[in-house]
């Protein structure tokens, strides 16, 4: 497998994680465009911050771990 192409798994575990996943990709990535969309660009970064807020919601909504949680969304950002 060519080492470019290797995701850089963590030795931890819990680490593997969508979350961590994002994390690892924008830390790496940060000011890179991760979407883009007609006339409109989200960074990496600001993927991340969007992804945080709305976990926070989440959380503060009362989602716990295991929960079940739909999701309805269009195709676009």
């Known amino acids: 497998m060519d080492a470019s192409l290797a995701l850089r798994l963590q030795p931890d575990p819990a680490r593997w994680t969508l979350g961590y996943f ?3 990709v ?3 990535h940060a000011e890179r465009p991760a979407l883009r969309f007609e ?3 989200l960074s990496y970064r600001e993927l991340e911050r ?3 807020a709305m ?3 989440l959380l503060a909504a009362g989602v716990t771990k ?3 949680v739909g ?3 269009a195709n676009r950002p």
Do not use: K, P
């Open 50 to 52: 969007e992804a945080t």
């Open 22 to 24: 994002l994390e690892d």
């Open 39 to 41: 006339d409109q660009s």
């Open 26 to 28: 924008c830390a790496r």
């Open 55 to 57: 976990a926070r919601g």
């Open 66 to 68: 295991g929960a079940h």
């Open 71 to 73: 999701l309805l969304a």
